[in-house]
Every structure is written in C-alpha cells, then in structure tokens.
C-alpha cells in the first residue's frame, strides 16, 4: 500500500505525560558525549539559570519518538518502517527540556510529496509542560518504493 | 558560563572534537532515545537489509555533533535551533569508529545576540552531516 496522502493536516492524540529525571537526562548526555555539566551537576545548572539539570537539545526526539508513532504505526497511514530513512531533522527549543517535567507530545503530519518513487513525510511533534511550550521538533523521513 | 557575544565574530572556528562511537555506545544511545531499531546494534541483522554493517542512528550523529555547538556556546541550554540534513551513514564496525566534527561562525545578529554556526561531521573521511546549523544565545 503506498504512503496515504489523505493523512496531511491530521493531528494525532497527544501522548504522555512522561517525568523527565536527573537519570534521563544523565544517560542520554553520556550516550552522545555531551560533558557540559549543566546536564548532570544541579548546581551548575542552576548557576546558568535552570531549575534543574536540562537535557542535551536532541533529547527532544525521545518524546517525539513516542508522539509520532500514532502516526507511523497507524495501518490506515501506509509506511512501511522497514523502508524508511531519515532525511532531515530540526529542533527549536522554547525552552530547555528540564528534570522535574512532565511532558506531553503531539504529532502533525505537514506535507507528504512523492519524490522519484519515493515518498518523503515531514511530521511535526509539539512538546510541552502543562501549557508551557518546550520545544518543536520536525522530521523529515523518506519512504523507499518498491524496487 | 555562556559566551560574550562582542568576542565572536563571523568566520571564527568553532575547534574540532572527535567523538567516539562504538557498539555499547550505540546499546546505550537506543536505551536513551528509545530507537531499538536493530540495525544500529545487530551486525547480522544490519547485513541482512544490505547494509556494510551496523550503522549509528542519525540522531546518535546528530547529538553528538551537536556537543561542539554547546560546549563553544558555553552553555547547551543556549542552542535555540539545531537541524541537519543526514547524508550518509556512520559504519560502526566491532572496533568502533570516530566521529570528527568541526565547526565555523556563519553569522551574527547583533538584536538578538545570536550566533548561527555551521557544523561538518565526518566518519572514515565521509560527510556524514549536510547543511548542519545551529543557532545559540549568546551573552
């Protein structure tokens, strides 16, 4: 079945709320190398301005990982996962992603475009904490046709 | 602490990091991001759907490249925007490979005190990274 492009504009249920912690932030800073001590020492954090030890800013992702399933994995949407590469990604951080919140995710689909036999998909996943908004994150995945 | 914005000026080099990535690296960046795809941690897995071997996740390239932006900012609390383009893959054989990121002022706006800087990333001597910029606050 190929990539369904009735889905652009859909808004997809939000997902979570999910605690962000001290030891999330602290593995995913380890996992990418990221030393800054702003993500595992509190009171360097709070010496730059922070409630609490912030996230590395591609943390963002985990949470849009969780939101933009409701998409992916939709039967009605047609990708297949095994076919998909990642094009292009971006994040714009309102704020950082801090231990102590609790944050909810929410997927748009914006465009969808056959390129070449392929289909590429640009999702949108808006983070938030309570009202606050966190951070934008948007991916562009592209869907290998058939051979 | 975070940067001056009067010290930096267009054309300044960021330095350079090399970054290690290995197969436990890539076991830990799946547990932290929750991307369990197995061909950034399954040789036979990889080679099964023609890949050389297993790859790192983009965003695994993309965080770590990543860290040379915050750390010249001062503060990785600072970077406003980050996006790339992924233009090819970083190959992680069982001995692990290096991730070699540099990076360049590309402008400066003198309203909102902000710098956008321009990353390269490299693997066994590919571009691994395209049109990779970052925006920080600076002070």
């Known amino acids: ?147 | 602490m975070a940067r001056a914005f009067d010290s930096v000026n267009v054309g300044d080099d960021l330095g350079t990091s090399v970054v290690r990535v290995t197969r436990q690296t890539l076991v830990d960046y799946a547990a932290a991001s929750l991307d369990q795809n197995p061909i950034h941690q399954d040789e036979a897995f990889a080679k099964s759907v023609g890949l050389p071997d297993v790859i790192a996740h983009g965003m695994w390239t993309m965080g770590a490249a990543g860290t040379l932006a915050a750390d010249w900012a001062g503060d990785a609390g600072r970077v406003l925007r980050y996006g790339t383009r992924f233009t090819s893959m970083v190959v992680v054989p069982p001995d692990g490979a290096d991730l070699e990121v540099s990076g360049v002022v590309k402008s400066l706006d003198p309203q909102t005190r902000r710098a956008t800087v321009e990353l390269t990333a490299s693997a066994a001597g590919v571009k691994v990274l395209g049109r990779c910029t970052a925006e920080v606050q600076l002070d």
């Open chain 1, 1 to 147: 079945m190929p990539v369904n492009e009735s889905f652009v504009g859909r808004t997809f249920a939000p997902v979570g709320p999910y605690a962000v912690d001290a030891a999330m932030i602290a593995a995913f800073a380890a996992a990418v190398g990221a030393t800054d001590p702003v993500h595992t020492d509190p009171q360097a954090a709070r010496a730059a301005g922070y409630r609490d030890v912030i996230a590395p800013p591609t943390m963002a992702v985990r949470f849009d990982q969780l939101a933009s399933r409701e998409y992916v994995q939709d039967p009605d949407a047609g990708i297949d996962y095994s076919r998909v590469v990642h094009g292009e990604q971006t994040f714009v951080h309102h704020r950082p992603i801090t231990a102590g919140d609790q944050v909810t995710a929410q997927t748009t689909v914006d465009s969808i475009r056959g390129a070449g036999g392929h289909a590429m998909i640009t999702v949108r996943s808006e983070i938030t904490a309570g009202d606050e908004p966190v951070a934008t994150t948007t991916s562009t995945i592209v869907v290998r046709g058939g051979e």
